[in-house]
């Protein structure tokens, strides 16, 4: 039973979470848009299908290292009812996520592979290890965004096994004048 002053789930922790507090982002919103920008990649130079990561290169190798971690992170922090840090821990693997894109640049290597340059394996498994990723955040994402959570696992499940066209899942809130 929670109560007193050392209990971990406090009303006001909760709403301020809920609420988005200054510097503080919504559990969606960084998976959200990972999902979106990769969903795009993937049916830009892959035209939907995609195959879980093989391992034939070390692209992607930290973000790997990162997603494996994930539920373990999440599972323990949410044993102690820390829920600020089982969110938290989903902000690392969609940072990573984001880096990778940055650095392997996809849309470069999908040129390169036109222009008859050897890309076409290393951005197989580019795409490959970020589609692995939004998957398994989709999945994690579940007990503090169920609704959410699951219409991001549809998009990266089909029964063909290609992945959907991107459809934002989280609407954008503006701010009221």
């Known amino acids: 039973m929670c109560g007193g002053t050392r209990c971990p789930i406090?009303?006001?922790r909760l709403h301020g979470r809920a609420a988005g507090q200054?510097?503080?982002?919504?559990?969606g919103q960084r998976p959200g848009k990972l999902q979106n920008?990769?969903?795009?990649?993937?049916?830009?130079?892959?035209e939907g299908p995609i195959s879980k990561p093989s391992g034939a290169?070390?692209?992607?190798?930290?973000?790997?290292?990162?997603?494996?971690?994930?539920?373990?992170?999440?599972?323990?922090?949410?044993?102690?009812?820390?829920?600020?840090?089982?969110t938290d821990a989903l902000r690392p693997v969609a940072e990573a996520s984001n880096r990778l894109i940055e650095t392997q640049r996809p849309w470069e290597l999908a040129r390169r592979?036109?222009?008859?340059?050897?890309?076409?394996?290393?951005?197989?498994e580019v795409l490959s290890v970020?589609?692995?990723?939004?998957?398994?955040?989709?999945?994690?994402?579940?007990?503090?965004?169920?609704?959410?959570?699951?219409?991001?696992?549809?998009q990266f499940r089909t029964g063909d096994g290609s992945i959907?066209?991107?459809?934002?899942?989280?609407a954008r809130l503006e701010a009221k004048p």
């Open 57 to 86: 290169t070390s692209v992607g190798t930290q973000l790997g290292k990162a997603y494996q971690a994930l539920p373990y992170l999440i599972d323990e922090a949410l044993a102690r009812f820390d829920f600020r840090a089982a």
């Open 37 to 46: 920008r990769t969903l795009a990649l993937v049916h830009k130079h892959r």
């Open 113 to 124: 592979d036109k222009q008859g340059e050897q890309a076409a394996t290393q951005l197989d």
């Open 164 to 170: 959907a066209p991107p459809t934002p899942i989280f």
């Open 22 to 27: 200054a510097g503080e982002r919504r559990p």
């Open 10 to 12: 406090r009303g006001h």
């Open 130 to 154: 970020l589609a692995e990723a939004c998957r398994i955040l989709a999945a994690e994402a579940g007990p503090f965004i169920p609704t959410g959570s699951s219409a991001l696992s549809k």
